[in-house]
């Protein structure tokens, strides 16, 4: 019994390590055992026994796992649409590859337009190095600014073009060549080079006891501040002191203008009020002489009215005579000051000289910047400092540093323009399509505008004034509000309803605009051509409304 254990021991044992040595080389026993009958019956049995227990295992795996799969399958198809998991794969490879392609063809256009900025650069340089004798300034700045605008569109598509290209601040296989750190930046509308160190100036040293009566006359305000502004040379000339003349003959300057800034400027007493005049001179003052720069269409150009009203401010005068015979005030000749000297030069200590607004004399001297008087300021005659201020304050609160001012006169404008050859009175539309062109190349937001015009016309050129899409303001003084605080100081002082204040007002706002368009033919604009000249604030691009054209339609004469 215990051999036959032995043995079965053994022979269970050379099974198992046979099957789990399948790989090692089989082992022969050499025991005659080894053959009997028995143990090669056992040895059978014991194998089906074991590939049925473990067929048995895998068979009941299966069918588990049949049964759990689509259990889990299910769910899945029910939630997911599989159609979109292979079509999602398509169209990535897709897109990559048109994605490619737009990258490539983004930076080929981005290659063509660096070279073609390269090329404007170079005609940049080697066109303005210098300008051409044959062009005029203003020419010459508007094929510049044309170049420079085509410099800074290029410029524009690069940086568009290269925006998905970009990683953080650097700029992939390519670069932008910017103009304005290059030198190429270019201010069109720049403030103009007035060389006030070369002015050609007089001395105003008045004489002890000589005055000098000023009479102006004709037109509006405007007319009256350039013949007073001719007065002052007179009176530089002939080294007398000017009287300003009495509001009750003429404006209220002290409104308008501060008297003693001009002595100031001067640095002596030469201009001196009406009243401060009939004081030194009792109440009662004699002009000795009284001259006529004009003899016609009538003598000094002044009627018996005002004759009369100078006769009741207590000034008793001789009879007029004319400088020359035959001065007319529609055709002024030249005049130097050596005629000047000539004719109104004398030892009376009270002259007067009548209107001088069209005076021709020594032109080149008169209008340059400053004026032809020395003195330590930008300009003689300039507005009050409350004027001033208050100009200030509503640029402040409504405009703004850059903006264009625009003079548009329209009442009774329409005759006077039509009398002239060209006319000067444009239509709503071609004065927009004008003021259009200026907003664009001076690059300006909003505009100012002073006008007489109706609303019907306003509204209509607000309507049409408009850039790349976009309406420009356009911008007057509003009535009066309260809670606005730019004009308190006029109504502090009682001067709010003055129609000249608020000229003057008008005028120094629009001298002091970036750019400024005035209306050919107004001696309102020409005083503000004047302020900006003075104060250094005129541009390159100041001109007149559709300055170079005429009006595409004017009507006939009545």
Not at 97 to 103: G, I, R
Not at 394 to 417: D, E, Y
């Amino acid at each position: 019994m215990d051999r036959h254990s032995s043995d079965e021991d053994d022979d269970r044992q050379t099974l198992i390590h046979q099957n789990d040595t399948k790989h090692l080389p089989r082992q022969i026993s050499t025991s005659p055992r080894a053959s009997t009958a028995p143990r090669s019956g056992f040895h059978i049995e014991e194998l089906e026994s074991q590939i049925r227990r473990r067929f048995k295992l895998t068979f009941n795996k299966r069918y588990l796992f049949a049964i759990f799969l689509p259990l889990v399958l299910i769910p899945i198809f029910l939630s997911t649409d599989i159609r979109s998991l292979f079509s999602s794969n398509i169209s990535s490879l897709k897109f990559n590859k048109v994605s490619d392609q737009l990258k490539e063809s983004q930076l080929q256009a981005l290659y063509l337009l660096n070279q073609q900025l390269t090329s404007l650069l170079s005609l940049w340089n080697h066109t303005f190095v210098n300008s051409n004798d044959n062009v005029s300034a203003v020419q010459f700045d508007d094929i510049k600014a044309s170049l420079l605008k085509q410099i800074t569109l290029n410029k524009h598509i690069q940086q568009t073009l290269l925006s998905p290209h970009k990683t953080g601040s650097t700029l992939q296989n390519a670069t932008v060549l910017d103009p304005a750190y290059a030198g190429y930046s270019f201010d069109r509308c720049r403030k103009g080079d007035l060389k006030f160190s070369e002015r050609r100036t007089i001395e105003w040293k008045p004489k002890p006891n000589k005055f000098l009566f000023a009479i102006c006359l004709s037109g509006q305000m405007s007319n009256h501040l350039i013949c007073l502004e001719k007065h002052m040379f007179f009176a530089a000339v002939l080294n007398r002191a000017l009287v300003i003349p009495s509001s009750k003959f003429d404006y209220q300057y002290n409104r308008v203008l501060d008297t003693e800034h001009i002595n100031d400027c001067v640095g002596k007493k030469a201009v001196i009020p009406f009243e401060d005049f009939m004081e030194m001179k009792k109440n009662h003052a004699h002009i000795d002489r009284f001259i006529c720069y004009f003899s016609s269409p009538q003598p000094c150009y002044v009627d018996e009215e005002h004759l009369k009203k100078l006769r009741s401010l207590g000034i008793s005068m001789g009879k007029l005579e004319s400088a020359w015979k035959n001065e007319d005030i529609k055709k002024p000749s030249q005049k130097t000051i050596k005629d000047l000297e000539e004719k109104f030069a004398s030892d009376d200590d009270v002259i007067a000289i009548g209107d001088v607004f069209f005076a021709e004399m020594e032109r080149d001297w008169v209008t340059q910047p400053g004026g032809p008087i020395a003195h330590k300021c930008k300009t003689l005659i300039e507005p009050s400092k409350l004027i001033l201020l208050t100009a200030q304050r509503f640029i402040q609160t409504f405009l703004g540093s850059n903006f264009i001012a625009l003079h548009f006169r329209r009442h009774g404008f329409l005759k006077f323009c039509n009398a002239k050859k060209p006319s000067c009175f444009y239509p709503i539309p071609q004065a927009a399509d004008c003021i259009t062109r200026m907003v664009e190349r001076a690059n300006t937001p909003i505009i100012y505008l002073s006008t007489d015009a109706a609303e019907s016309e306003t509204g209509l050129l607000q309507s049409m004034v408009v850039l790349n899409g976009k309406t420009i303001p356009l911008v007057k003084r509003p009535p009066r509000n309260s809670a606005e605080k730019w004009d308190a100081l006029l109504y502090r002082h009682g001067i709010e309803d003055d129609p000249q204040v608020e000229a003057m007002l008008d005028k120094t706002i629009c001298a002091m605009a970036s750019v400024f368009i005035g209306a050919p033919g107004s001696t309102f604009t020409e005083d503000i051509l004047r302020l900006r000249k003075d104060w250094g604030t005129a541009s390159l691009c100041d001109e007149y409304l559709c300055q170079g054209e005429g009006p595409n339609f004017v009507a006939g004469e009545e």
